[in-house]
Structures are given as structure tokens and as C-alpha cells.
């Protein structure tokens, strides 16, 4: 009966939608919890080790309420986190990287960008990373501190976002950047301004489809897809006392929001 067992999602706060999205429409009869750790966002600017702790104590949670997989739907969190998780956990724990991959195999002027949070950017797994594609490609790393908690408020274009959007694209642009990777799960929300910013031409990348298709075929592996039955349900679970409004905007529809006292 592990099969109806739900799937756990989480992020420092709102961010994760934009993957819990994708894996919503890609199986849709999957029970799926969301935690939003809004009380401790935004991670990107805290050292791992408290990142680190956070995770643990989620994912705790998560497995307490029986999931059968748990998505870390965050890059900050992932590099922080998810070796400790994968050792503590005996499920399976499916985490995020930049689309540095993607990015490389479709650049045509080999210049990509890359905007993460800072933690991802001064992270060792992101260094790995930046490592193993530096001779197919000029990766050009952009920490962009101030954006998720503009995002947060949901405002997706406010006066503040778009003069931080400026500052942060300007040294990219220079660069003839023909490929840009979103390498945080807020920066979706942001995609429309990304592109009138950047211009049509510059193709950008995120990950989220890709992190639904790599749990379905996790799931699949170990025979746990939820089987019929009509559609899941999505439960919300929020650590802040202030984020049930942005999460339903940011969803897009009502939605209940639980108090997550850890
Ligand atoms: N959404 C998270 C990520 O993908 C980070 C947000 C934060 O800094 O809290 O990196």
C-alpha cells in the first residue's frame, strides 16, 4: 500500500511550487504534501550548516507523515543537504542542480549564464559542477541576493526586482550570454520579466519538468506510482505565520495552509 502513500516536497519558501507544478501535472494521481519553510527563508544567504539542520528537520517531518519520496525542491537546500538526507533517509530523495547540462548542449555562442543564490554559487556540489562543463562552455556565475525575497511578496515585477534584475543581467548581457540557466526554484515565478529583460533570443532554462520526470522514473523503478484511484490531493504545510496568501496567489488557487511548528 506504499503505492498511496503521498510524495513530500519542500523549499525555504514559495519556490518549490514551480517544481511541485510539474510534478503535479505529470502525475496526477499523486498525494503530494508541500512545505514551505518561509519562517527560515531565504536559505541562499545562511551558511550550509544551518541549511543543513533545517533540511534534516523536514525532512523528518516528511517522513513521519509516511512519504514515499521526498523532493527537495530547491538548489540551495539540495547542495547543502542532500547526501546527509540521502544517508538518513530509506526512501528516495530526488534533488535539484543549475541546468548547467541543458545549457551546454544548447548554447550555440558557448557563453551561458547561470543566476543562483549565493549559497548555490559558493557551494562545493556547484563548483563540481561549474568543473565538469568548463572546457564546453564560458559558465558566467550571477548571485542574485534580494531576489527571492521580493518573490516571496509575490510581487514578480516590483520596482525593487527589476533594479536588482538589471544590476544582475548587465554583466551576462556584456558577455553575449546566448543561454540562461535558472539555477533557484524561485526564479520561474519571474520568467516573463527574465525574457522581455534578456530578449527572445536568449534561451532560458529550468529544471523543474526535469526533476518530475527523474521522480516518476524513481518511482516507477521501485513500482511506487500511485495507481488510478482519481487525483491526488496537495496539502500545504508552512513553517512562517504570514505565507498561506503568497502561496495561494503563487499556486494560483485557494488553498489551506497548516502551521509547521519546527
Ligand atoms: N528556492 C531556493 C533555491 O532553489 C532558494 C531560495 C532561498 O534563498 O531561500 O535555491
Not at 23 to 37: R, S, T
Not at 60 to 85: D, E, S
Not at 211 to 219: C, G, P, S, V
Not at 232 to 239: D, E, I, K, M, N
Amino acid at each position: 500500500m506504499q503505492r498511496r502513500e503521498p510524495i513530500g516536497v519542500f523549499d525555504s519558501g514559495v519556490g518549490g511550487l514551480t517544481v511541485l507544478k510539474h510534478i503535479h501535472q505529470l502525475l496526477p494521481a499523486e498525494d503530494l504534501i508541500y512545505v514551505a519553510d518561509s519562517a527560515f527563508m531565504p536559505y541562499g544567504c545562511k551558511p550550509e550548516a544551518v541549511v543543513e539542520e533545517r533540511c534534516v528537520k523536514i525532512a523528518g517531518f516528511l517522513a513521519a507523515q509516511h512519504c514515499k519520496a521526498i523532493v527537495v525542491a530547491c538548489n540551495t537546500a539540495t547542495a547543502a543537504a542532500v547526501h546527509r538526507l540521502r544517508d538518513a533517509c530509506s526512501i528516495p530523495v530526488i534533488g535539484m542542480e543549475p541546468g548547467v547540462k541543458p545549457a551546454v548542449a544548447r548554447t550555440t555562442s558557448g557563453v551561458v549564464g547561470i543566476l543562483a543564490t549565493s549559497g548555490t554559487a559558493n557551494s562545493n556540489k556547484f563548483k563540481l559542477l561549474q568543473q565538469r562543463y568548463a572546457e564546453h562552455a564560458e559558465l558566467v556565475v550571477q548571485p542574485c541576493p534580494g531576489l527571492v525575497e521580493e518573490i516571496e511578496k509575490g510581487e514578480l515585477a516590483s520596482p525593487r526586482l527589476l533594479s536588482l534584475l538589471e544590476q544582475y543581467l548587465q554583466p551576462l548581457l556584456q558577455k553575449h550570454v546566448d543561454t540562461l540557466v535558472l539555477g533557484c526554484t524561485h526564479y520561474p515565478f519571474i520568467m516573463p520579466v527574465l525574457q522581455e529583460m534578456v530578449g527572445e533570443s536568449v534561451v532560458i532554462i529550468d529544471t523543474g519538468a526535469a526533476i518530475a520526470r527523474e521522480l516518476e522514473r524513481q518511482l516507477q523503478m521501485r513500482d511506487l506510482l500511485a495507481d488510478g484511484g482519481g487525483a491526488g490531493q496537495t496539502r500545504f504545510w508552512s513553517s512562517g505565520l504570514n505565507s498561506a496568501d503568497a502561496l495561494a496567489h503563487l499556486w494560483g488557487e485557494q488553498v489551506s495552509v497548516a502551521h509547521l511548528d519546527i
